[in-house]
């Protein structure tokens, strides 16, 4: 009988730490899955705009990104506190536009070119010349398809 | 021999199966944040042969100035009236009942000097290069806010059960299956041929 005596009371069976690497590596799966990598550092302010009437950018692979707003601290010193326009990693020119967007739209497969939408991620402080010149350039590629990319809110809040 | 005091150990061995599904679960749930923005297509580059001629009453004038005040039609509005101003210039339907023109679906006021039809009618936005982005988006949302109002009102009145702009959702959304794609596509083409999106951004010459 005393095989299955029952241990006494009052003493605290030690957990059992055998399971912890799987749950360490659970953890670090899920990270390692939700984490979308910055590609690149942004070297502009870019505050967007709010607005209520906004689509999903679904399907990322066929988007082409184009930032534009006030150089960052770091970089006011040397580019100034007018805004400018970043592709990938660094400042360009209004000129490179269009280039820097067939460059872009070539490096995707075949069968999606066509349907390539360019994100405008423009700082809500930044003028509309320098908009109205990226979209010159655009129509100069046939890059016909854009999206104004906002925060999604009341669009009036935008005036304050 | 079992040991003595002590508890038995617990048995991990199902401890990996159990962190698997959890992994499993949460990369089938956990969404990566997408943007969202607004949808604009720009005018092709090449220029039309023949200058196309447009009645000034079928041209809705949108200026915004540098300093980002409004003028609409020539008048001074407040940003907060541009909405219910587009909705009635598009929805007014002013061409004569009997004319090919005249729209049927309309509710608006079908005043002669203004729109004749919503497939007519053409918003034109104009601004100056100092012009902030701000109040663009703002006014380019505010538009479209007319334009999802009016075709929410026929996705209505056709007697779909979702709004127009649930069914554009539903239709850029991944997970829709093709076949409620496909059926959404015809009724989100009706209901676009009815309020035709006609924002333009260029000069549009007047008559």
Do not use: H
């Not at chain 1, 899920?30 to 502009?44: Q, R």
């Not at chain 2, 409620?180 to 010459?205: C, G, H, W, Y």
Request: contains cysteine; hydrophobic residues 35%; proline residues 4%.
């Amino acid at each position: 009988m005393s095989k299955f005596k029952k241990k006494k009371d009052g003493e605290l069976p030690p957990v059992s730490t055998a399971s912890l690497p799987d749950i360490v590596f659970m953890l670090l799966f899920f990270f390692m899955t939700v984490t979308v990598m910055k590609d690149s550092e942004p070297l502009v302010d870019n505050e967007l705009p709010k607005a209520s009437e906004t689509k999903k950018l679904e399907k990322k692979d066929r988007i082409v990104y184009i930032y534009v707003g006030k150089p960052t601290e770091k970089y006011q010193r040397v580019y100034g506190t007018e805004a400018k326009i970043q592709l990938n990693d660094k400042f360009a020119n209004v000129s490179e536009v269009g280039d820097y967007v067939l460059e872009e739209i070539a490096k995707k497969p075949q069968e999606i070119q066509n349907a390539v939408t360019t994100s405008l991620k423009i700082d809500k402080n930044a003028n509309m010349g320098i908009v109205m010149d990226i979209k010159e350039q655009l129509r100069k590629v046939n890059a016909l398809k854009v999206n104004y990319t906002t925060y999604e809110g009341n669009a009036f809040d935008n005036l304050k | 021999m079992a040991r003595r005091g002590g508890a038995p150990e617990v048995n991990a061995g199902s401890m990996a199966d159990i962190a698997f599904l959890l992994l499993i679960f949460f990369l089938v749930t956990t969404t990566i944040e997408t943007d969202a923005g607004l949808d604009r297509m720009l005018p092709p580059l090449e220029e039309l042969d023949e200058q196309v001629l447009i009645k000034q009453r079928n041209i809705f004038e949108v200026q915004v100035s540098e300093d980002g005040q409004l003028l609409v039609e020539e008048e001074l509005t407040p940003l907060t009236e541009l909405k219910a101003k587009a909705v009635a210039f598009l929805d007014n339907g002013g061409a004569a009942q009997g004319s090919p023109n005249y729209c049927d679906y309309c509710k608006g006021e079908r005043d002669p000097d203004s729109s004749d039809d919503p497939v007519k009618a053409i918003i034109s936005l104009k601004n100056d290069r100092k012009t902030k982005y701000s109040v663009y988006v703002t006014v380019q949302n505010e538009l479209v806010a007319a334009y999802n109002e009016l075709r929410n009102r026929e996705a209505k009145r056709l007697g779909y059960n979702m709004t127009f702009t649930e069914m554009d959702a539903e239709y850029s959304n991944q997970e829709t299956p093709d076949d409620v794609k496909e059926k959404l596509k015809i009724r989100i083409k009706k209901i676009q041929d009815l309020f035709p999106m006609k924002l333009s951004e260029a000069e549009t010459n007047k008559n």
